[in-house]
């Protein structure tokens, strides 16, 4: 299972403008990023997350995907759960919670309206 952390900003920002990727990120902004997903877990009882390419729960610059990469994952992502969605009887199978395989009909989101501008993805 990968649980992927999306790294964004929101374009209203006044600092926005620095940020076009994961690059211009101040190092030590990036490592409390880290340590605030590795350590979320712990505040529920589970154990610290673990990052890949490592599979480790220490801290290294090499966790940030490029934005390039970035915006590949969530594109395979958006495929896959589209394609998820549109088999019911898979989605029964794996027990998934979905709206749009029951009678009520499809649940639907309601975005909050923010621009937000996307830096970077870390697994």
Same mark, same amino acid.
């Given at each position: 299972?990968?649980?992927?952390?999306?790294?964004?900003?929101?374009?209203?920002?006044?600092?926005?403008?620095?940020?076009?990727?994961?690059?211009?990120?101040?190092?030590?902004?990036?490592?409390?990023?880290?340590?605030?997903?590795?350590?979320?877990?712990?505040?529920?009882?589970?154990?610290?997350?673990?990052?890949?390419?490592?599979?480790?729960?220490?801290?290294?610059?090499?966790?940030?995907?490029?934005? !390039?990469?970035?915006?590949?994952?969530?594109?395979?992502?958006?495929?896959?759960? @589209?394609? /998820?969605? =549109?088999?019911?009887? *898979?989605?029964? !199978?794996?027990?998934?919670?979905?709206?749009?395989?029951?009678?009520?009909?499809? @649940?639907? /989101?309601? =975005?909050?309206?923010? *621009?937000?501008?996307?830096?970077?993805?870390?697994?």
């Amino acid at each position: 299972e990968t649980d992927w952390k999306v790294i964004l900003i929101n374009a209203m920002d006044p600092e926005a403008d620095k940020y076009n990727s994961i690059e211009d990120v101040p190092e030590e902004t990036k490592e409390m990023i880290f340590t605030y997903f590795r350590d979320k877990p712990v505040a529920v009882g589970d154990a610290p997350g673990k990052f890949w390419p490592k599979i480790d729960d220490a801290y290294t610059p090499d966790v940030w995907f490029s934005l !390039e990469d970035t915006k590949d994952i969530l594109s395979h992502t958006k495929q896959a759960y @589209a394609d /998820l969605i =549109a088999d019911c009887s *898979k989605v029964e !199978e794996l027990e998934f919670a979905y709206a749009g395989c029951k009678d009520e009909g499809v @649940a639907r /989101l309601n =975005a909050a309206g923010r *621009k937000l501008k996307l830096l970077s993805a870390s697994s």
